[in-house]
């Protein structure tokens, strides 16, 4: 570990490379990556198996109250627990995709996780990527970076990233699946998507994983 507890927040949308990055420069930094958007996405699961819709906010509310979110870190590699069950691999399928942006614009269901992100925080030096890392989560974290690209190159990217995995969906689906949720997480009026003031924009669109990595700690001085 380092000398001393950093906080560095890597915010942007889907597919702009924010989780391979915070992935690498947490290795790199000796510190502990908190992927916050599995969070999301293990409560949406929940919900998803539940069969409610989403109209039925206040059945969303009696889940969240009922639901026990926990993190554990195995070899390095964050893994999440649903009410003890390890649902790791479950969470990346695009019905879960669309449920994590749903329920991630209830203010109730963002209190309960972000209380949990800012505990790890204390304790630990921590690279988190989201959507309001710097702007809600962490707003006095040390280092702040918003990673971007184009919405062919997002999408592009996350078409490659499910055929590498298997998984049969189109381009088409993925690029409006990702407008789609552009669109909620920038709309959403608690904790939206944006750009914190003092935050550093990168473009990721013409460059490599490394490439940004370096880009990153020239910033930070490392």
Not at 35 to 54: E, H, I, P, Q
Not at 100 to 126: D, G, T
Not at 130 to 145: E, M, N, S, W
């Amino acid at each position: 570990m380092m000398a001393e507890n950093i906080a560095v927040a890597l915010d942007g949308p889907g597919g702009s490379g924010k989780s391979t990055i915070a992935k690498m420069l947490a290795k790199r930094l000796g510190s502990i990556y908190l992927d916050t958007g599995a969070m999301y996405r293990t409560f949406a699961l929940k919900v998803l198996r539940s069969g409610l819709n989403k109209s039925d906010r206040s059945g969303i509310l009696k889940i969240l109250d009922e639901t026990k979110v926990d993190v554990a870190f195995e070899n390095g590699e964050q893994r999440m627990l649903l009410d003890g069950e390890d649902v790791t691999g479950l969470i990346r399928e695009p019905d879960v995709t669309e449920w994590a942006s749903f329920v991630a614009s209830i203010p109730e269901v963002r209190l309960k996780l972000v209380e949990l992100q800012r505990e790890v925080s204390k304790r630990v030096s921590i690279v988190m990527d989201g959507r309001d890392i710097g702007t809600y989560v962490l707003p006095h974290a040390q280092y702040k970076f918003f990673l971007t690209a184009s919405p062919e190159v997002r999408a592009k990217r996350r078409y490659d990233e499910s055929l590498a995995k298997g998984m049969t969906v189109s381009y088409s689906e993925i690029y409006e699946a990702l407008a789609a949720r552009d669109a909620q997480d920038s709309g959403r009026d608690f904790a939206p998507l944006r750009q914190a003031e003092d935050a550093i924009l990168i473009d990721t669109g013409m460059l490599t994983p490394g490439e940004v990595m370096e880009t990153i700690l020239r910033h930070m001085n490392r």
